[in-house]
């Protein structure tokens, strides 16, 4: 039985799993485990190994130092993808707040970022975020390998690590005032390829049931939600439920959180696999240019959509 308004999402163990050696009764039940979990919930839990307890204390650290950073420091952080860099004092979203790193897996990306924000260097969050964001990589790599496989696709695995790239977000939600609203961030559906999420000391993240109902996702200081965005299920020919999702600040904290999403290349056309298409599973999705979709969503085309790129290129 779950705890009332709480979703009991399906938590995976990775600890028995010897990457090395991918030929084992555990490696091989851990593959359904994620397959599974994918198709029923689009997500699960899992801990990561080489994320001690300690490393998640360093990194929110960090982030508590970089989000008090003048606002001046914070919109150093810009990327030639939308969204990707500094946003905050959104009408929209008042409580939010986000920076990202692009391609935070590469050391030096982490470090150009901290020498931005902390000019006169700062060699200890670089290296905490240096750290975290390749465990992130790293295990984003596996999760991916082993759906690849339990779909006999792995044929595809360079391929589609080729034309995505990484970011890595490190996000803040402020306490309601009277007047706000206590949305955090707005109900849809991670339009890339898969994120790995984490929320630490408030909760806040919210999942829609497949029946409509939304619950909360419990707090659990060293499990992460792996959830998989649309561009993979358009891959896959909708195989996979894609969880619609929110941030509800009902606590009187602020709520720190990460995401390390993994996202198609703008000019590189994302459609689904020929395996994945036959009489049982008609085509679902037409081929489309993720920088073209993402054009259209933010002049309003499906911003208000759940399921953004469905509505974009859905037959
Ligand atoms: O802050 C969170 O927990 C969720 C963030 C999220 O869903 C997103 O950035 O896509
Ligand atoms: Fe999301």
């Not at 790239?165 to 490190?170: A, E, I, Q, R």
């Not at 939600?173 to 206590?182: F, I, T």
């Not at 955090?184 to 408030?202: E, N, S």
């Not at 409509?212 to 965005?229: Q, R, Y």
């Amino acid at each position: 039985m779950g705890l009332e308004g709480y979703i009991q999402l399906p938590v995976i163990d990775f600890s028995a799993i010897n990457n090395q050696n991918p030929d084992t009764h555990d490696y091989d039940s851990v593959k359904t485990k994620v397959l599974e979990a994918f198709q029923e919930y689009g997500c699960f839990q899992a801990s990561i190994v080489g994320i001690s307890p300690e490393l998640q204390n360093s990194v929110y650290d960090v982030m508590k130092q970089l989000f008090d950073l003048p606002l001046e420091t914070k919109s150093k952080n810009t990327s030639t993808q939308m969204f990707h860099g500094y946003f905050g004092n959104s009408p929209l979203l008042p409580l939010y707040e986000s920076m990202g790193i692009d391609d935070a897996y590469n050391p030096e990306h982490v470090e150009n970022f901290t020498n931005l924000m902390w000019p006169q260097g700062n060699p200890q969050a670089c290296k905490h975020i240096q750290t975290y964001a390749k465990k992130l990589w790293k295990f984003d790599a596996m999760v991916k390998k082993m759906l690849f496989q339990s779909l006999n696709l792995e044929k595809y695995l360079n391929e589609q690590a080729e034309k995505t790239n990484y970011v890595f977000k490190l996000m803040k939600y402020r306490v309601p005032e009277p007047n706000d609203s206590n949305l955090g961030l707005h109900a849809h559906a991670d339009a890339g390829v898969m994120t790995i999420l984490h929320q630490k000391d408030v909760e806040g993240l919210e999942i829609q049931t497949k029946y409509d109902e939304w619950l909360k996702v419990k707090l659990s200081p060293n499990m992460f939600i792996i959830m998989a965005g649309e561009t993979l299920n358009v891959w896959l020919n909708g195989r996979l439920h894609v969880p619609i999702h929110r941030v509800m600040m009902r606590a009187t904290k602020t709520r720190f959180s990460l995401a390390f999403f993994q996202l198609p290349l703008a000019g590189n056309i994302v459609k689904p696999m020929e395996e994945m298409v036959d009489d049982d599973h008609p085509l679902l999705f037409k081929p489309f240019d993720y920088g073209e979709f993402i054009q259209f969503y933010i002049t309003g085309g499906t911003g208000i959509q759940n399921y953004a790129v469905k509505a974009y290129c859905g037959v």
